[in-house]
């Protein structure tokens, strides 16, 4: 079975430093990666994908992952963080279920808290 | 703007009183899914249709059902609710085909029992 895991339950970081939460995978194949994010009683919003191509991706709000096969992680990067970051960021990883759907096994998530 | 809508955000509910939490999509996606999300925990997928087909996960509780009368609207059945499904429920869809794999989620019920 795919799966992903955060290793960090909380990331602080002070405003205007770059931010980085981590991200490793564990499937066979290849890799269908996501990071999503979650405001406090909100749903998740999409911020990024790797299907394939460069293993630099670029997503909303100014994040970016990299993908790295030999260390098999995704981890989620921004170069300057502000207090409008602070959330809850999971990272998923899609399973082909049964069905038409893309079934997406999430990370455990990690809080990010950004700090003036 | 098209958008997956959650309605209600907050439903409370009794012990063992079924309870039904709907979502609206106009976005046309013929893939929808229901998520349960536990107190800052992974969103777990309890089951998802693909147009009309329906697909259990397999540790899916049979006390949760699931309906889709068409392709706007899905809704979540909590045949007798227990204090364990108290929860923030997750509506997603995506489209198969281009960009299949986004899903895009709702803002969530959160359901609390009494």
């Known amino acids: 079975a795919q799966s992903v895991a955060q290793p960090e339950d909380q990331v602080n970081v002070a405003e205007g430093n770059p931010l980085t939460v981590k991200c490793t995978y564990s499937?066979?194949?290849?890799?269908?990666l996501f990071w999503y994010v979650q405001y406090p009683n909100r749903g998740l919003q999409f911020l990024l994908k790797y299907i394939t191509g460069d293993n630099l991706v670029k997503g909303s709000y100014g994040f970016e992952a990299e993908f790295n096969k030999s260390q098999t992680s995704f981890h989620l990067k921004k170069p300057s963080a502000l207090v409008s970051d602070s959330a809850l960021y999971f990272c998923?990883?899609?399973?082909?279920?049964?069905?038409?759907?893309?079934?997406?096994?999430f990370g455990t998530g990690t809080q990010l808290k950004v700090e003036l | 703007d098209a958008m997956v809508i959650q309605n209600p955000r907050y439903q409370v509910t009794q012990f063992g009183k079924p309870v039904t939490l709907s979502c609206s999509q106009t976005l046309n996606h013929n893939v929808m899914y229901w998520y349960q999300q536990k107190s800052s925990q992974a969103p777990k997928l309890l089951f998802h249709y693909y147009d009309k087909d329906f697909n259990n996960e397999a540790d899916t509780p049979d006390n949760f059902q699931s309906r889709r009368p068409n392709t706007s609207f899905c809704f979540l059945d909590i045949r007798s609710p227990g204090l364990g499904d108290a929860a923030m429920y997750l509506c997603?869809?995506?489209?198969?085909?281009?960009?299949?794999?986004?899903?895009?989620f709702g803002a969530g019920t959160r359901l609390s029992v009494l």
């Open positions: 499937v066979s194949g290849n890799p269908y």
């Open positions: 997603a869809t995506s489209r198969f085909g281009a960009d299949l794999n986004i899903q895009y």
């Open positions: 998923a990883v899609r399973d082909r279920g049964t069905g038409g759907g893309n079934k997406l096994t």
